[in-house]
């Protein structure tokens, strides 16, 4: 079917002469990532390569048992209760089956699962059209990785009208893309919409339109600006007024406590950061990650595994839940940080993403052949306040699992 276009949308944003001349050098090719830890003369341990390998083919196993669990016009979402659950293409987590169908098929060759993955994309393929701040997470996560294997005019075209789409949420007042729906008076943003930033400067950088990393920069730079505390710990949601961009309050949804920091918030703030620094090149996003890093490892309550319990303040550690999904995140994210850093800083960063790789990958988090429904890991937390998904597998958690596998597989290649 035909591919329809939607009009560019170009906001009146007033930027940083800075902002305008790395956007300039982002769509000229200049600046953009090529590739992860590029700089870092780093050989990986042959024993977590061979671990790693052990991993890859045991997740390409059992995906061929979550496969078969998953209805055609559905995606996978947890396993809870022994019943597999699965959850429509316009949930924020639909892309995470596809997209991690594609990883393992990077990291096995197995066509099969590329071909499931492949399977996906037409009931994936309207969600371009959403009205939803995760459009990033479901479409550059499923559509994304299917381009990065083979390159695709119709996947370009799908990416970039997703990227328009989330561009319609932007307020150029506030200075960010809303989240969620939002009453009158009230703005509603997550930290999470960090992870939604990266269709934005791919956009940019593909279509040479410089309005989506003007929105993703925007959005960067306000949340680094009222999301963070001193200790570079992040507030889950920053509610804004919409007409004048002033804050109404800042609060939690799904951590414990306003001002606890929620385990997976944290992950989503430094996999953001660290990728805006690898798209832009701008310092101020490198040392906002390196400050997220830092209250990451070295939170007194992070356990000596590197698996965090589910918020940092939870009351019952040591017998809070612990969250698998946060862990993947930390440990994907620490490997790309670690090609930006001094060698000691890398060092370190790559110490604790081998350390949770290890544990995530031990009986404890994952699971055995025909086990869990068929998903690799065990023991994430989807929503403890509401309650919803305790102590279960997530799909994203097994998404960022790989992910981090393979990032780790490929430090030190050209």
Not at 27 to 38: D, K, R, Y
Not at 319 to 342: F, H, K, P, Q, T
Not at 368 to 391: C, Q, T, W
Request: glycine residues 6%; contains cysteine; charged residues 20%.
């Amino acid at each position: 079917m035909p591919i329809l276009i939607q009009k560019k949308i170009k906001p009146n944003i007033t930027m940083k002469t800075t902002n305008s001349i790395l956007i300039t050098a982002l769509i000229l090719g200049t600046t953009a990532g090529t590739g992860i830890a590029q700089k870092l003369n780093y050989k990986p341990k042959a024993d977590l390569v061979k671990l790693i390998d052990r991993n890859l083919k045991d997740g390409a196993a059992q995906y061929k048992v979550l496969m078969k669990n998953v209805p055609a016009d559905s995606l996978p979402e947890t396993f809870e209760n022994n019943r597999s659950k699965s959850t429509t293409p316009k949930s924020w987590v639909s892309g995470f089956y596809p997209g991690t169908l594609f990883y393992l098929y990077e990291g096995t060759k197995d066509k099969a699962l590329y071909e499931a993955g492949l399977a996906k994309l037409p009931i994936m393929e309207p969600i371009k059209y959403i009205d939803s701040h995760d459009i990033g997470f479901m479409m550059y996560c499923s559509f994304g990785n299917a381009n990065h294997i083979k390159p695709s005019a119709a996947y370009k075209d799908i990416l970039l009208t997703s990227a328009q789409s989330l561009s319609k949420r932007f307020n150029p007042i506030v200075g960010c893309t809303m989240s969620w729906g939002s009453k009158p008076g009230e703005f509603r943003v997550i930290i999470d919409n960090m992870m939604n930033l990266e269709l934005l400067m791919w956009a940019t950088k593909v279509s040479g339109d410089s309005s989506y990393a003007k929105i993703a920069i925007s959005h960067a730079n306000t949340t680094m600006k009222n999301h963070f505390r001193p200790d570079y710990s992040s507030y889950h949601l920053v509610n804004y007024n919409p007409a004048t961009g002033g804050i109404n309050k800042k609060q939690t949804v799904q951590g414990y406590a306003d001002e606890s920091a929620w385990a997976r918030g944290q992950g989503w703030g430094l996999y953001g950061y660290t990728m805006m620094y690898r798209e832009t090149k701008d310092p101020k996003y490198l040392e906002q990650a390196k400050h997220i890093a830092e209250f990451i490892l070295n939170n007194p309550n992070l356990p000596k595994d590197k698996v965090p319990y589910w918020d940092f303040s939870a009351p019952d550690i040591p017998n809070a839940y612990r969250d698998a999904s946060a862990g993947a995140i930390y440990a994907s994210a620490l490997i790309e940080l670690a090609g930006y850093v001094d060698a000691v800083a890398a060092k370190k960063y790559l110490d604790v993403a081998e350390t949770i790789i290890r544990t995530l990958s031990s009986d404890r988090f994952k699971a055995a052949y025909r086990e869990n429904g068929g998903f690799i890991l065990k023991h994430s937390v989807g929503h403890l306040p509401k309650p919803a998904m305790i102590d279960v597998p997530l799909t994203y958690a097994d998404y960022y699992f790989v992910e981090a596998m393979l990032r780790y597989k490929d430090l030190g290649k050209k």
